[in-house]
């Protein structure tokens, strides 16, 4: 948070020149700023306090002659002070949102797609949902399927649609029922175990079909992620095509493909409660010259990842944190 705080003029001044610069992508001059802020100011006043507002860091004038455009600072003081959010907008859209992923009855991965289908449907923006935690995911059945001798493919399905594979091998190769009964075994002792953590069980007392248990929990755990961060984009080209630089553009085309460093930034963000990262604010060099607008994705009041918008510093924050707000309610009301 910006420490200094503004006189409620210089706020007005810099409520006008964000929305005004947000809208058209113009600098924006004193004339504009008379015109919107109603303060009984002189012109020449006004101009003072503007230039006061760029000598503090909150404003910048590309050109002499131009208006002005604010900067990092000035983004910040108006989000964490200045900005207002419309709550009934977000209860309409929240409504939407949960009847549109109740209907569409899918699995959690098609929940996700849908996501960020209508965070894209809803804003102008580049949408992000990273998912780094299994903990809602619990085994809904487990599978063990004879292959070619002696190879033995296992097969744990979670509730929300998860996978996770592994072949053995046994020798000498167990009869096919015994196999089977071995599946079957896991299944009843793990079904609604957390997938997140390690698969065990006791030993059932028949040693042939404990044998076949124990190598393929082996297996399993052996072979599994058990902190799998994911991240899916949708609509990078808006983002993009809102920088006037291809160096700008290449830089967040590779942070995004590279795809680890923004998992962290969006959950350091998580994390630290801060629901909007400004420019060079998520410490990534490539995306100073991009903002995240995010929320936590939550499960049965689980936090698992992150919903956000990416976008230009020059960003409709007011309207990004609307729609970001209303998917986080949707999702945890539509899979709660």
Not at 65 to 94: A, H, N
Not at 205 to 211: S, T
Not at 310 to 335: H, K, Q
Request: charged content about 25%; hydrophobic content about 45%.
């Amino acid at each position: 948070m910006v420490e200094e705080q503004l006189s409620p003029r210089q706020e007005a001044i810099l409520m006008a020149v964000v929305a005004e610069y947000v809208r058209t992508g113009v600098p924006v001059g004193s004339k504009h700023v008379l015109d919107v802020t109603h303060l009984g100011l002189s012109p020449a006043s006004v101009r003072a306090q503007m230039a006061q507002l760029e000598q503090e860091g909150f404003l910048a004038q590309p050109h002499v002659s131009s208006g002005r455009i604010p900067l990092v600072k000035g983004y910040r003081y108006f989000v964490d002070r200045l900005m207002r959010v419309d709550t009934t907008l977000i209860e309409r859209l929240r409504r939407e949102i949960v009847g549109r992923l109740r209907a569409a009855r899918g699995e959690w991965d098609d929940v996700l797609e849908l996501t960020l289908d209508l965070a894209v449907e809803h804003s102008q923006y580049t949408a992000v949902i990273a998912v780094w935690s299994s903990e809602v995911e619990v085994v809904r059945a487990v599978h063990l399927v004879p292959l070619d001798p002696p190879t033995i493919l296992g097969v744990v399905v979670g509730s929300r649609g998860a996978l996770e594979r592994a072949m053995f091998e046994i020798e000498p190769t167990p009869p096919e029922s015994v196999v089977v009964a071995a599946g079957n075994f896991l299944a009843s002792r793990l079904r609604g175990h957390r997938m997140s953590e390690r698969l065990a069980v006791l030993p059932s007392g028949n040693a042939e079909m404990d044998a076949v248990v124990f190598a393929a929990l082996a297996a399993i755990d052996e072979s599994r992620v058990r902190e799998r961060p994911e991240l899916r984009v949708r609509e990078v080209a808006k983002t993009a095509s809102a920088l006037d630089q291809l160096s700008k553009v290449a830089g967040v085309l590779e942070t995004i493909e590279q795809r680890l460093s923004l998992v962290e930034v969006l959950r350091r963000l998580i994390d630290e409660g801060e629901p909007v990262s400004i420019g060079n604010e998520s410490g990534v060099a490539a995306l100073d010259d991009c903002s995240l607008v995010v929320a936590p994705c939550e499960v049965d009041g689980t936090i698992v990842g992150s919903i956000g918008l990416l976008g230009p510093v020059r960003m409709d924050y007011g309207g990004a944190s609307v729609v970001v707000e209303a998917l986080r309610e949707g999702v945890a009301e539509a899979v709660g």
